[in-house]
């Protein structure tokens, strides 16, 4: 399975980009990458996920380069209210049943 | 959005006594997992399960765990003998088939065993 790398935290201020790098340099032809945001006492909430290039919804973006080895989500205005922690995970591959392995994810701070 | 319900949100046991929680997946799931986390602590997998059966456990799922699907619609984790280091917060979680690839998760049961 591939394993993630990610800051431990990071500190921004409202109004701000954030963008949160995450590393996978195992990850299997198959695998997606998705990302997942969790508040205290909650479950983790699906934001965005990819296999490739550059997707977009409405509250994300997230670029993956062509070597797949790393990718980078993106917040475009930050409030108060996105003060979480930040998983990025890969998998499950094809064939189905195969486990997401959280790592330690990203603590964002957002401050006015 | 889809949405993964679990109940109860949080339930007290004494050490020694069996638990059960329960999770409603996404109607049209297939797959279904547990996932622990302790507090402070990173989210931890316990146990897959898909066509009836467990496809994939860790080390933390012994043999005071067991999982069921007993009807089609519920999923079940149940601790046999729970211990205090058993306190955590239990998540349900599914997802549909691979082509599918997003594994949605449920708020949670908050387990506390004194």
């Known amino acids: 399975l591939a394993k993630t790398t990610q800051p431990i935290s990071m500190d921004s201020y409202e109004g701000q980009e954030v963008n949160i790098t995450c590393s996978h340099n195992n990850i299997a032809t198959n695998d997606y990458i998705t990302w997942y945001q969790q508040f205290p006492s909650q479950g983790p909430r699906f934001i965005i996920q990819?296999?490739?290039t550059k997707v977009t919804n409405e509250v994300a973006s997230l670029f993956i380069p062509a070597d797949r080895k790393s990718s980078t989500l993106s917040l475009p205005r930050v409030s108060l209210s996105d003060t979480a922690v930040y998983y990025c995970l890969v998998g499950p591959s094809t064939g189905g049943g195969n486990k997401l392995t959280f790592g330690t994810g990203t603590q964002l701070k957002v401050e006015l | 959005e889809p949405e993964v319900t679990q109940t109860p949100s949080h339930q007290v046991t004494q050490m020694g006594q069996e638990v059960i929680l329960r999770c409603v997946p996404i109607?049209?799931?297939?797959?279904f997992y547990w996932y622990r986390q302790i507090l402070g602590q990173k989210v931890e997998f316990l146990v897959s399960f898909y066509n009836n059966e467990i496809s994939e456990k860790s080390e933390i799922f012994d043999d005071q765990f067991s999982v069921e699907r007993p009807d089609g619609s519920n999923f079940t984790l149940k601790i046999r003998s729970t211990k205090l280091e058993d306190s955590a917060m239990y998540f349900c979680?599914?997802?549909?088939?691979?082509?599918?690839?997003?594994?949605?998760f449920g708020e949670g049961s908050w387990l506390t065993v004194v």
């Open positions: 109607s049209n799931h297939l797959y």
């Open positions: 979680a599914s997802y549909t088939d691979p082509s599918g690839n997003t594994i949605y």
């Open positions: 990819g296999y490739k």
